[in-house]
């Protein structure tokens, strides 16, 4: 059974020596979170969830949700584990003050959610759309819906869920068919079926809130005929207590691949009662509220698959013997020695360690963007966050995923024979992972979003916020001599950015067909050079500590693994750009009909 170990010494790092969040908590009017509470915060919370959500991570998985007439069953101890969450205000972290929240900074809160993420994933998918929830009610809903939802939802005696997908549909919103139809008492009676919903029924919460698209009647057709509206599971009465149940069920549950101790569900809305949130028509708009808040946190498990599988594959690789090295015996006392003294065992850890570390700089500055973001009062300053933002959002979301499938298969790998036996959890890590790429938008419709919406129709522009930050960057630092090569290095491929997204936004003026063919390299590109980017500010700070006395192992390997990622991962952008350049007539000048068997 594999053990969690919160990575404290690394969060700190990034959050402390990195990010200097005391300093920017301060600036964004967040005085009271010094140095002690977010130590306290980190500390009680890594002991939870090493000692509570870790060790149902295993069992969950092989018990997995249970269907009922009258409910979904989680798996044993997910319950009480919840309530202790809920008792202990680790769901209030980050919630507004009048609504009964902590009113702490989100980046603290999801440092949080990355360690209950990485003890247990299935466990902290129940409240992991809870903020999501609350945010949307919170932008878009009206006062009353505020009052009404929020103090309970920000407390956690309430979980939320995001309702999209239906059957026929997938990702294709302007598809969707569920209908509301208006009632004299100002609600609405929904109808439909909606599938894929992460926590659409459980035994862990005494209520659930549902945000669901749905149509009006008469609305336009496609994505602009799409409405918002919350539909609770019980109608709350105006006390907050609960009501009479609304007639939302689950119908069935899915039986998946990995997260198995996460309810995935097929929802039916039967006459269902329902409250228009946000404009008519405009509910995809309100929505992205909600997605992008949830594709940062399917960026965070791309982070927390890499980080338990690297966690599980380096105390084994250090206590399982096999074999000699090949310069000679280093365990001269034992029959073999650990497998750690390999070059190709190194180089999967080493993949792994870039992976996680990389990922967690990236995710914390993110959240801290974010922070920074709601915070502002400059209109300037917000839309250039808010492009930054839009920019590197579907990067880490689908780079970080793509990248925990090859982590959690190096942390099998590794274990060989062993990692694909259930006992040591490698193989659950990499069966939850894979769904990364999948939800909140496959890596395709990431690529899309980032290439063709953001990128090529700004002319640019919101690439130049990354390569400019980048650059100055580098160029700031580029008389640390252990470091100017990587510096030179990252600068030029910025530059070979540059003139790529000019080339296929040229060619995709004369065939729309380049972009798509070209989106996910595209992608996959930026996504390496923002982990060069990340790797770079960390190795400043660990070189400057060195530099100033320290004898610190961490900043020797932070300084390592820097290299390791830039002679060993990042070359891979070189074969990216070719592909791309390759074009896409070797993808759409075969004729459909000889895709045959």
């Not at 609304?246 to 409250?275: L, P, Q, R, W, Y």
């Not at 130049?464 to 030029?492: H, Q, V, W």
Request: proline share 4%; glycine share 10%.
């Amino acid at each position: 059974m594999p053990v969690y170990h919160a990575p404290l010494r690394d969060m700190r790092f990034v959050m402390n020596e990195v990010l200097d969040i005391e300093n920017a908590f301060a600036q964004l009017g967040y005085e009271d979170c010094g140095a002690d509470t977010i130590d306290a915060v980190l500390d009680e919370a890594a002991k939870f969830c090493e000692n509570v959500l870790a060790p149902l991570n295993q069992t969950g998985d092989q018990e997995g949700c249970t269907w009922t007439e009258t409910g979904v069953k989680t798996p044993s101890g997910f319950r009480d584990s919840y309530q202790q969450f809920v008792e202990n205000g680790w769901s209030s972290i980050s919630g507004p003050t009048e609504y009964g929240g902590m009113g702490l900074p989100n980046t603290l809160a999801m440092a949080v959610s990355e360690m209950a993420a990485t003890a247990n994933w299935s466990w902290s998918m129940y409240p992991g759309l809870s903020k999501g929830c609350s945010n949307t009610i919170l932008a878009h809903g009206t006062q009353q819906q505020r009052d009404t939802y929020l103090p309970k939802l920000v407390s956690g005696e309430w979980t939320g869920t995001m309702c999209l997908t239906e059957p026929h549909c997938g990702s294709d919103l302007g598809m969707l068919r569920t209908k509301a139809e208006p009632q004299r008492d100002g609600t609405f009676k929904l109808t439909g079926t909606k599938i894929f919903i992460s926590a659409g029924d459980h035994d862990m919460a005494d209520n659930i809130v549902h945000i669901v698209l749905a149509r009006l009647p008469d609305a336009p057709q496609g994505t602009k005929g799409i409405s918002l509206f919350i539909v609770p599971k019980f109608m709350p009465n105006e006390d907050g207590s609960l009501g009479e149940r609304n007639t939302v069920h689950c119908g069935s549950i899915e039986h998946k691949m990995g997260i198995k101790a996460s309810a995935t569900c097929v929802m039916n809305f039967d006459g269902a009662t329902g409250f228009l949130i946000g404009p008519e028509n405009r509910g995809l708009n309100c929505m992205f509220t909600f997605m992008n808040m949830a594709r940062l946190g399917t960026a965070m498990q791309g982070l927390t698959s890499s980080e338990g599988s690297y966690q599980g594959s380096l105390v084994y690789a250090k206590e399982r013997l096999q074999m000699r090295a090949l310069t000679g015996p280093k365990n001269p006392t034992g029959p073999a020695d650990p497998i750690i003294v390999h070059p190709d065992v190194r180089r999967m850890l080493l993949t792994q360690k870039a992976f996680a570390e990389g990922g967690r700089m990236l995710f914390y500055w993110l959240c801290l963007l974010e922070d920074q973001m709601r915070k502002t009062s400059d209109e300037a300053e917000h839309k250039a966050l808010d492009d930054l933002m839009g920019f590197m959002t579907p990067i880490a979301k689908a780079f970080m995923t793509e990248t925990s499938i090859e982590t959690t298969n190096l942390g099998m790998q590794i274990f060989g024979g062993h990692g694909y036996i259930a006992e040591w959890g490698m193989e659950q890590i990499a069966r939850d992972a894979r769904i990364g790429t999948i939800y909140e938008g496959t890596t395709g419709i990431q690529a899309i979003d980032l290439l063709g919406r953001k990128v090529l129709p700004s002319r640019g522009d919101m690439l130049r916020k990354f390569t400019k930050l980048a650059g100055n960057f580098c160029e700031e630092y580029k008389d640390i001599e252990s470091l100017a090569p990587y510096m030179t290095t990252l600068t030029g491929l910025m530059k070979n950015l540059t003139d790529l997204t000019a080339e296929i936004g040229f060619k995709g003026m004369q065939n729309p067909d380049e972009v798509g063919a070209a989106s996910v390299d595209y992608l996959m590109i930026c996504g390496y050079l923002v982990f060069g980017f990340m790797w770079l500010r960390m190795a400043v700070v660990a070189q400057h500590a060195l530099d100033n006395g320290s004898d610190d192992k961490f900043y020797r390997a932070k300084l390592h693994t820097t290299r390791f990622y830039f002679e060993r991962i990042l070359p891979r952008v070189y074969g990216h750009i070719k592909t791309m350049r390759s074009g896409a007539a070797n993808l759409m000048d075969m004729d459909a009909e000889l895709f045959a068997f």
